[in-house]
């Protein structure tokens, strides 16, 4: 039998587990409050579904992240307050968060995350610790072809220049 070849959830956190996932979590609380937020600036009824998923989801990554970080001794990071709610009519057109701008906040976070989920996944020597965020992470890829349409179908993607290079042309 290898060393840490038990139960995995019997075996310590290494130090590198334990900022991953607790980083993660301080960062899935702040993104839950701006999602909180945007949800209040947003008018179109399919970026706030997906708002909302997007919010279900990160509730559900919090709870299983900080019941792994209690079982094993680490303090939580604090949680910022809800966010109230408010009539989008009622914040002035200046100072509104646009539909196209709260997708493409949305798809660079999500973005972030796939790329957080991995480093963790590749930095854990924990079986459990890489299989929950494993499942982040095919959560988010999800999630990210669901806004990836979304700017598609709304005209809402900005791409970058496009690159028409063929051998011919030289």
């Given amino acids: ?8 959830q ?3 956190m290494h130090y590198g587990e334990v900022f991953g996932t607790w980083s993660f979590l301080l960062t899935a609380k702040g993104a839950i409050a701006g999602y909180q937020t945007h949800l209040n600036h947003a008018g179109d009824e399919d970026l706030l579904k997906l708002l909302k998923e997007t919010i279900n989801n990160g ?13 094993n001794g680490v303090g939580l990071p604090p949680s910022p307050p809800e ?6 009519e009622d914040i002035p057109a ?6 196209p701008e709260i997708a493409a906040m949305l798809s660079e976070n999500i973005a972030a995350g796939l790329v957080a ?6 930095q854990s020597i924990r079986e459990d610790i890489a299989a929950m965020f494993g499942q982040f992470h095919v959560q988010k890829a999800a999630l990210g072809v669901k806004a990836l349409r ?6 809402w993607l900005i791409p970058p220049p496009l690159h028409h290079y063929k051998a011919d042309d030289c």
């Fill in 59 to 71: 509730q559900q990554e919090i709870q299983q992240i900080e019941t792994l970080l209690k079982e």
């Fill in 10 to 12: 019997d075996e310590p």
């Fill in 94 to 99: 200046g100072a509104r968060f646009t539909d």
């Fill in 83 to 88: 966010r109230p709610k408010a009539h989008l």
């Fill in 1 to 8: 039998m290898g060393i840490l070849s038990g139960n995995p």
């Fill in 150 to 155: 979304l700017n598609k179908e709304k005209g």
């Fill in 117 to 122: 989920c991995s480093t963790i996944i590749g």
